[in-house]
């Protein structure tokens, strides 16, 4: 017969079953550690106790009792962890946040100048005055070009103690103007940055308009405008332009610390209109004139251009027998009409005076320019006259004349162009223009050196492109 047990036995018991099971691990775990630490630690080393790193200056203030003396656990081995929930104050000095440095003295201030801004604007926005502005005009004559400022450009003001020290006008990415305070006024210096040239290369076929497929193939607009004016005096764009038509072009890339910032000049270029391939090429000449050239030396420029409106479409052929759209009778159309927005800039087809510019009945606004050797060109219907034409004006090939009105006897906005010869109205769009000289032949030799590397980088563009697209498709087969 077992032995009846204490009351004490009993209470001890019970208050271990009252315990959740867990709790009874987690304690048992805990009594087998201090067990542990108790039989290999040496109490009597004082190395053995956890070391907590401490500033000398702050050593004597410092209570270096150990955090867990029961512990006598050598854990000054290991650095102390920053997720631990440690007490600020026992971590080490080095972590502390150090203090931001904060910039000294007047900070600079850049306004980039916006549609409708001012000098006097920009000037209050940066805390001065227009007496600041009369101080900058007064001291240095540079200042002038300030007065040029266009939407996009920059002006950087260094401020101190309400008094502009320095002004920086960049103008583009490459030029700049700096006007830095000195003891006698203002210094004006500009800055002029050299990018580096590399060639480019783009081609593509015609869908709808010349634009939309300089667009697809990655020529800028400037380009674009570019390519039709080098064959503008044999292809007409508004008329001439066809489905398939293609155009190949290496033109100058403009990179400033390897970033491509901006387009340069054409330098060689083929455009196949109706299965008929024309070349140019860029040449500057011992004067330092650059014009385009077939590659065998003569000139693309003719004394005409073959349209006077970029991208405009016909809407009327010269006819001698036209029904008249107003009057409604038969009359005459001696011209080509250029169906175009109201302001639609108009150009001089060729080097020339102005000999009328003024009303004249049914063409309204017109302006007619003399050429010499018997040409003449009528340009009517005009909106208004470009800046300065009157009778006595020269004018040279592409200048802008006027702007596309209704003026006079017009159904709608369109310009009327006529070209006469030796007193006789001629077809716009078919008649023989007159052309311009090319390559002396004393120079033919310096041109052929200067302009045969170029037509050959454009075939090896061409080629190497072609090839490419090849890969590409057996890839894709």
Known sequence: MAPPKSRTNITAISLINAFPRGHMIALALLLLCLLFSLVVSHPQDPESTIAVPISSTESSNFDARPLLPSLDVSLNTEPLSQTTDTPPSALPLATSTQAEVLPQGPQPKEFTVQSGDSLSLLFRRAGLGDKDIYELFNDAAEAKNLRKIKPGQKLTFLVDDNQLKELVY??????????TRASKGFIAKDTSLQPDIQHGFSQGVIDSSLYMAGKRSGLSTGLT???????GWDIDFALDIQKGDAFKVMYEEQHLDGKRIGYGKILAAEFTNSG????????????GVARYYTPDGRGMQKAFLRTPIEFARISSHFNLARKHPVLHIIRAHKGTDYAAARGTPIRATGDGKVSFAGRKGGYGNCIIINHGSGYETLYGHMNNFAKGMRAGTRISQGDIIGYVGSTGLASGPHLHYEFHVNGQVRNPVTVPLPKSMGIDKSQLAVFNESTRPLIAKLNEFSDNTQVAMAKGTTRNN
């Open 170 to 179: 960049t103008i583009n990415t490459l030029d700049s103007m700096t006007f």
């Open 225 to 231: 405008m570019e390519l039709a004016n080098i064959f």
């Open 276 to 287: 008929k391939t024309f070349r140019a090429v860029r040449y500057v000449d011992k004067d």
